[in-house]
T-cell receptor
Framework: DADVTQTPRNRITKTGKRIMLECSQT?????MYWYRQDPGLGLRLIYY???????NKGEISDGYSVSRQAQAKFSLSLESAIPNQTALYFC??????????????FGPGTRLTVL | KNQVEQSPQSLIILEGKNCTLQ??????????LRWYKQDTGRGPVSLTI?????NTKSNGRYTATLDADTKQSSLHITASQLSDSASYIC????????????FGKGTKLSVIP
């Protein structure tokens, strides 16, 4: 987990506020991902990026936006937070050229509560 | 639709006992299957990755099996420890890219003294 860090780890906000979650990695991986996890559900992909100039929508991108500021940094924004965006958010990284064969490595997560 | 189903949803066992978690998948084409361990409040950590040609793979007290014909996998934990208490998630890459993962909902394991 130390190779992939997320800030903040916990955040409580109000409906309508803009929120940014940040992810940094020291693994040197090209690929980065944002997922959300809800109780009783599997992780779902929000956005993914294969390099700084390549950003793609995932399964549930509505209400979210992302920015890949550098190879090591990938931020997730909620432009106007709503209560059903309350969830645990995970950043992950992977690299096809590494020995792990595109295995994804996850950060420690950010618990977001929208009131 | 690609799906990964896990059972049981939750499990409580005594410390020192063995247990087996199940995963059934309907993902095509199949390339590999992964088991992750997720401690409460932490990110998932990979336990093992099994490719199409592998039937059994061990990682310490964890042993994963794969039957590609029946599309089933199991994770066997031997001599459980309190630190094994976690959710165990079965994950199968789907779609054309290895990055597209279908996650199971996980099995929540509680090991009690």
């Amino acid at each position: 987990d130390a190779d992939v860090t997320q800030t903040p780890r916990n955040r409580i906000t109000k409906t309508g506020k803009r929120i940014m979650l940040e992810c940094s990695q020291t693994k040197g991986h090209d690929r980065m991902y944002w997922y959300r996890q809800d109780p009783g559900l599997g992780l779902r992909l929000i956005y993914y990026s294969f390099d700084v100039k390549d950003i793609n929508k995932g399964e549930i991108s509505d209400g979210y936006s992302v920015s890949r500021q550098a190879q090591a940094k990938f931020s997730l924004s909620l432009e106007s937070a709503i209560p059903n965006q309350t969830a645990l958010y995970f950043c992950a990284t992977s690299d096809l050229t590494s020995g792990s064969g595109d295995e994804q490595f996850f950060g420690p997560g950010t618990r977001l509560t929208v009131l | 639709k690609n799906q990964v189903e896990q059972s049981p949803q939750s499990l409580i066992i005594l410390e020192g006992k063995n247990c087996t978690l199940q995963c059934n998948y309907t993902v095509s084409p199949f390339s590999n299957l992964r088991w992750y361990k997720q401690d409460t409040g932490r990110g998932p950590v990979s336990l093992t990755i099994m490719t199409f040609s592998e039937n059994t793979k061990s990682n310490g007290r964890y042993t994963a099996t794969l039957d590609a014909d029946t599309k089933q996998s199991s994770l066997h934990i031997t001599a459980s420890q309190l630190s094994d208490s976690a959710s165990y998630i079965c994950v199968v890459p789907s779609g054309a890219g290895s990055y597209q993962l279908t996650f199971g909902k996980g099995t929540k394991l509680s090991v009690i003294p």
